[in-house]
């Protein structure tokens, strides 16, 4: 079946980076299949922009699409526009154990001041929510466990466990 909705990614001028970049993050997670993750297809700018919003995009990623983790995502550069990544949106990792959180964060984190409750930005702007499958059984209905939750920058499943 195919992906209905699907994720646009907009970057300045390096696409094609950072999708390569997410690929590889994917397929070295302790728990992912490295099959679930690839760059599928690029399609990019012609060469010969001089003038306009485009000029110099020659090459550029125009459309890419890839998948991480079996879901895909489409990237373009969009060149030097306005339009930045902020914390309105974020992406959702659900993870198996504290492997893959930590995993994953070591590997996307790039902006230490952002880190906050699992949530991470990597060096692309992009933010993420690195979270165990069962957060909602960690913290349903335990005030100290969702206290403990506030206080940590990267989920630590056993501090929840013990603050439970």
Request: glycine share 10%; proline share 4%.
């Amino acid at each position: 079946m195919q992906q209905k909705v699907v994720t646009h990614l907009w970057f300045d001028k390096n696409a094609e980076e950072a999708m390569n970049f997410y690929v590889e993050v994917f397929k070295g997670s302790p728990n992912q299949d490295a099959h679930d993750s690839e760059v599928m297809e690029i399609a990019r700018y012609p060469e010969g922009f001089t003038e306009g919003p485009m000029a110099g995009m020659g090459g550029k990623v125009l459309n890419g699409a890839f998948k991480l983790g079996g879901v895909k995502f489409y990237a373009l550069d969009g060149g030097d526009q306005p339009f930045k990544f902020n914390e309105s949106i974020s992406l959702y990792v659900g993870c198996e154990d504290q492997a893959e959180i930590d995993y994953f964060y070591e590997k996307l984190s790039a902006v230490p001041e952002s880190e906050i409750c699992g949530w991470c930005k990597d060096k692309y702007g992009l933010s993420w929510q690195i979270i165990p499958k069962n957060m909602e059984q960690l913290l349903s209905g335990n005030k100290k466990a969702m206290q403990a939750m506030l206080k940590m920058k990267k989920i630590d499943i056993e501090e929840l466990k013990n603050a439970a």
